[in-house]
């Protein structure tokens, strides 16, 4: 792939005036950083091609070979005299010193923002359905009055008189020179002198930002979501943190979740457990129907398939698991615990064939005891 001309990558005339190249760069370089542009994967591309331009169109000697011989002359050029060393050092340090306020140490100045933590809670049926939901989240936000900058519209930050804009200073100490953060600029280069009226020169305000965060269906509590570039936005230019939402689910009146499964406890009449019935169970679907059958025992569990939750890391859904409880009658009436009294002596009579638990039950209790008798 042929390159582009180095004039036009800057959008500068043939003719242009050395500084008219170095604001030309110095522009493009703001615009395609890396640091600047994360989430651009072209950025680099055209961050570097406009490093190289300016590498070549800066040096005199180098220019004018290149308007002689153009990309031909560029390349003989690298080949006989080590192209791209110590004085391209010089070039990119110099340049992005003055954009970053000082010596190429000075770029650590560009803060990432921090990174947010939210907890979402959740009932049960939005994490099994997932939707989309708004979140209130206090944070950081970069000054729209300033954009960042920390100066009034119109003005701009001087460089500080005691580092000269580099962001550190060099204290004798007997033999040693130790380089220290600038005790005035506390490392930044510069200083405002006329501080924007909404953010006092921080160049972030304090806001109550609202976004929507899309819950898969399937989450559960412990998972997180990312939301990349929602957190606090980013000091001195560099890129905003993310947003992390942690997921807690509440407790629900009916069921308890197992993974993909629900769990569920029905409470049956004796009655129903002895003869058999249908009842209507609760899903999160709706109600189905449950056949119980005849002499079902307490404890019992009953699987419903395709009545759980889907899970967000496998597919399919999973079941619900129904435990059916016999419940003891209570606030008998006097006829009631006749009429109990009197089925209970016909069970008896009919011997262990009514009760084979029981019976299976006696014969353990009978074992054991002949064993510690011996």
């Excluded at 992005?96 to 990432?112: C, E, H, K």
């Excluded at 069921?255 to 899903?283: H, K």
Aim: hydrophobic share 30%; aromatic share 6%; with cysteine.
């Amino acid at each position: 792939m042929s390159k582009r001309d180095y004039y036009e990558v800057l959008g500068a005339n043939r003719d242009a005036k050395q500084s008219d190249l170095r604001t030309a760069y110095r522009r493009l370089a703001m615009k395609y950083h890396p640091d600047r542009n994360s989430d651009d994967p072209n950025a680099e591309t055209k961050f570097k091609e406009a490093k190289e331009a300016y590498e070549v169109l800066s040096s005199d000697e180098k220019r004018a070979s290149y308007d002689q011989f153009g990309h031909a002359g560029v390349e003989a050029g690298r080949a006989g005299a080590g192209f791209g060393g110590d004085a391209f050092g010089d070039i990119f340090g110099d340049v992005f010193g003055d954009i970053f306020g000082g010596s190429r140490r000075a770029r650590s100045r560009v803060f990432r923002g921090a990174d947010l933590r939210y907890e979402l809670e959740l009932t049960l049926e939005q994490a099994a359905g997932g939707e989309s939901i708004n979140i209130e989240v206090p944070t950081q936000a970069e000054c729209e009055r300033c954009h960042g900058v920390g100066s009034e519209p119109g003005s701009k930050p001087v460089s500080c008189s005691t580092c000269g804009g580099v962001g550190q200073v060099r204290v004798q100490q007997g033999f040693f020179s130790i380089q220290q953060t600038c005790p005035d600029c506390k490392g930044v280069g510069s200083s405002i002198k006329d501080p924007c009226k909404d953010c006092k020169g921080q160049g972030r305000v304090r806001k109550i930002r609202t976004l929507a965060v899309k819950v898969p269906a399937g989450v559960d509590s412990g998972d997180r979501i990312r939301l990349a570039r929602e957190g606090e936005a980013g000091r001195n230019g560099g890129p905003p943190g993310d947003l992390y939402v942690d997921i807690q689910v509440q407790n629900h009146v009916l069921f308890e979740r197992d993974e993909q499964n629900l769990c569920c406890d029905i409470p049956i009449s004796f009655a129903m457990a002895a003869l058999g019935g249908t009842i209507d169970v609760p899903t999160l679907d709706g109600q189905v129907a449950l056949k119980i059958p005849a002499e079902t025992q307490s404890g019992k569990i009953f699987r419903l398939r395709g009545k759980g939750v889907r899970s967000v890391r496998a597919s399919g859904v999973g079941d619900l698991m129904c435990r059916v409880l016999v419940e003891t009658p209570v606030r008998l009436s006097e006829q009631q615990k006749k009429s109990l009294t009197s089925f209970d002596a016909s069970i008896q009579g009919g011997g262990t064939r009514h009760s084979p638990r029981a019976r299976s039950w006696l014969d353990v209790v009978r074992q054991f005891f002949d064993r510690t008798e011996v």
